[in-house]
Structure formats: C-alpha cells, structure tokens
C-alpha cells in the first residue's frame, strides 16, 4: 500500500533551519508562490516558515497531518513535474491566535508575508468589532480578533512586549501599493491596542509592497492520483501550478530575509509599474474571461480564451492597458506571455474561482483603466466589457435600469460615476445580450 506523504515516510527532509517566516492565509498560491521561492532561494535551507490558515481550519489541519510536505506539481503542455516540498514546518489554525503571537514575537521570525485576498484589507464591520475588542470594549479573557488584520495587530504588539526587534510585513495580495494599503489598514487598529504600539510599528516594521503572478488552480482528486504516480505517496494536499513564476518587491527588510533574488524574484525601488503591469493585464484579462465567458458556456481559461468573440475582448483591454504602462516594461513579450499562458490547456484555471470577490477586483483591476481611457478622452469601451458582463449576470437576464447601474457601479468604484459610464455599461449589456449566445 502506498504511504501517506509524512516527514517519517519522505527521506529528503531539511535541516533545522534558524530563521522564521510567518504566513497568514494558508492556501495554494502561497504554497506554489511565496514558499516555491524560498525553497529556491540559495540560503532556503536555513529558513522554515510557519503558515496560518484563514477563516477555516481544514487547510492547516490536513497540511499538518503531514508534517507540512506536500506535492508542488508544475504543469505545463510538455507534462508535468513534481518536487516534495518541506519549506513549511508547522501549519496552525488561525483561529489560534495566541500561536500566532508567539510565533511573530519569535526573534528568530523575520519575515511575515499574508495572503488574505483584496477583500481582507477593505473596513468592515467584521474589522470595527476587532478594533473595539483590540481597545478593550468586549473584550473577554477568550476573547481574540477574528479578522486577519486584528490577529496581526495584536500579534505585533506581543513582538513589541518581546522585545523581539523589528520585521517585515510583505502583502502578496492583488492590490495597487499592497504594503501602503496594509499599513493604512492596520493603523486603527494599532492605534485601538495603544499609542505605544503604533509608534512602535511605524518604528521597527518594514511594509513591503509586492506584485506576485503564478496561476494556480483548485487541485482535484485525478491531481491526487497524479502526484502519488509521480512521488510514491499520498497527498491530498497536492498543488498544481504553471511552469511560469514571478514575484517583484520593494527592499524593506530591517530584519533580514531569504536571497528570494536568486530564485528569480525581482527586489526593485519602484514595485508600482510592475502591480500595475500584472494587475490589468493578467488578472483584468482573467476578470473579464470570468465575467463574460460563462454566458457562452465556458467553465476555464482555456477555452474562454480560445473563444475568438472572448480573446478580442481580451486584446481590446490590453491594448487600452498598455496605453497607460511604462514602455520599458516589456509589453509586447509580456502579452505574447500572457496568450501563452491563457491558452495552457493543461492548466484548468476555474472561471468560478476567479469570479470569487469579483466587485473588490473589479475595483483595482478595471475601473482605473476605464479611468485612465476617459481621461485621455476615449471611452474605455473594452475595460467596460468586463464590467458590463458582471452586471449583466448580476442583473439576472433583465436590462437594468441606468439607476440600478449607476447605484451598482458607485457600489464597486467607491466614487461618483457620470452619465457617460453609465450609458456605455448599459448599452454593452443589451447589446451582449442580443447578439451573444453561448457555443456549447
């Protein structure tokens, strides 16, 4: 019978390393992403990383179950390729916060990288009852944060009590400057803690903004039979990712970290042209195919982008993006990357699971585009493609009003919209509605 992946079955183990990072948002991309670079990296045998999950325990449990190991198969047209990986020594339920504030009181922790998606950094009540609890208003002796953010907060005030020295907080979420935004989103709440906790943050914590990219769908159960016939073990922890890999990050590291250079990530003094550059292009494309492609009967990336109705609107959009994008950042090789990619029939990217939050990534990846085109005096008709799509599947098969579209659209900017938007995202919608038709 085959074993299950352990560090008691699996002979290729690390050393015990002495340097610590902590991961909130324990998922597959991290997993193929951030801790595929610092295995990579040339001093990856000295770091470890200790990985938190997010609302719900099943991912730490089943990871830890396995010692966290787990199967990282790179899959590409030409098959596929698996490594164990053991970068990731404890997986934790983030319910367990008073672990979360060892480990980032750890003086051996010097990195703390989150994946908690774009939703995670936006107010809520959710956050306001953190900050009353983190001031004392509610608070019991059981009682922690349930949001990430406020489990951050307090975990960095228990560094600060440590005496631990500084650390750096590196955002690997999908949003323009993520390490401003994660600054500017912790500060009530550090504030809520105390003023001596907040100084002490902007004094010893480096808020590193980064743009990541590596496409990584749900793994299934054939994935499982994959990774057992490529490795000899069962996993069911199994991740599947591209070939294609790349993470840019400011330098803002007053505590160390791993050589991610050498691994290929790019460490820049301007991180903002390459967000910008990913966020459009890749993930506004995928927003976009999410939108529109189920109403023509696509369920993946692959055969929305191979429909030529979807994979115009698709170059429609970059080529408004590239309007607005330094040209020195290899545009045209980006986009013949990007086609590539897209058309991976290998790699089944799930339109649904692109669709999840899609108002919050509609906000930071389309709407400054349409933006960026009107204020250059063009319309902006191909980004508003994708939000169009969207309402229209919102709207349930009617046209809406130009009142429910506008309501709809200040909902998602954030902003006052004119009347020119609203007409242009109307008439897209009756007009995919007329001529559109799913082909299968």
């Not at 019978?1 to 990072?21: F, H, N, Q």
């Not at 703390?112 to 995670?120: F, K, P, S, Y």
């Not at 808020?207 to 793994?219: H, K």
């Not at 009142?403 to 709809?408: E, K, M, T, Y």
Request: aromatic share 6%; proline share 5%; net charge negative.
């Amino acid at each position: 019978m085959t074993d299950a992946l352990s560090r008691a079955t699996y002979p290729g183990v690390r050393r015990t390393p002495d340097r610590l990072i902590v991961h909130i948002g324990l998922g597959a991309f991290h997993r193929s992403h951030q801790a595929w670079f610092t295995a990579r990296a040339h001093d990856g045998d000295r770091w470890a990383i200790t990985a938190y999950s997010g609302r719900r325990p099943d991912a730490a449990d089943a990871l830890q179950a396995q010692d966290g190991l787990y199967t990282l198969i790179e899959r590409g047209e030409g098959g596929d390729r698996a490594t164990v990986m053991d970068i990731i020594t404890e997986a934790v339920d983030g319910g367990d916060v008073d672990h979360l504030m060892r480990s980032v009181a750890d003086p051996h922790t010097s990195v703390v990288t989150l994946t908690i998606t774009e939703a995670g950094y936006e107010w809520s009540d959710e956050l306001e009852a953190d900050r009353l609890l983190l001031a004392g208003v509610d608070r019991s002796a059981d009682d922690h944060p349930a949001t990430a953010l406020g489990r951050l907060a307090l975990a960095l005030d228990s560094r600060r009590l440590a005496g631990a020295g500084p650390v750096a907080l590196v955002s690997c979420d999908n949003l323009p400057d993520n390490g401003a935004v994660l600054r500017a989103a912790l500060r009530p709440l550090l504030d809520a803690i105390g003023p001596d906790t907040a100084a002490w943050v902007e004094e010893s914590v480096g808020f590193v903004s980064s743009s990541v990219d590596r496409i990584t769908p749900r793994s299934t159960t054939a994935d499982e039979e994959t990774a057992e016939a490529l490795t000899g073990f069962r996993d069911p922890c199994v991740v599947v990712t591209e070939p294609f890999a790349d993470w840019t990050m400011s330098d803002d590291f007053p505590a160390g970290r791993p050589a991610w250079e050498t691994a290929g990530a790019r460490i820049v003094d301007d991180v903002e042209p390459f967000e910008r550059r990913k966020l459009w292009l890749l993930n506004g494309a995928h927003t976009l195919l999410a939108a529109a492609g189920p109403g023509r009967g696509h369920a993946f990336v692959d055969e929305a982008f191979a429909d030529p109705v979807l994979r115009s609107s698709v170059e429609g959009f970059w080529d408004e993006c590239v309007r607005h994008l330094p040209d020195d950042l290899d545009l045209d090789r980006y986009r013949a990357d990007l086609a590539s990619r897209f058309g991976n029939s290998a790699i089944r990217h799930s339109l649904e699971q692109i669709a999840t939050g899609a108002e919050a990534k509609l906000r930071v990846r389309i709407l400054p585009v349409i933006a960026a085109e009107r204020a250059a005096g063009r319309s902006g008709t191909a980004a508003a493609v994708a939000l169009a799509a969207h309402l229209a599947r919102l709207s349930d098969g009617r046209t809406p009003e130009h009142a429910a579209v506008r309501s709809a659209l200040e909902r998602i900017a954030d902003a006052s919209v004119d009347d020119a938007v609203v007409d242009l995202v109307t008439d897209l919608i009756t007009t995919s509605r007329a001529t559109s038709a799913p082909t299968h």
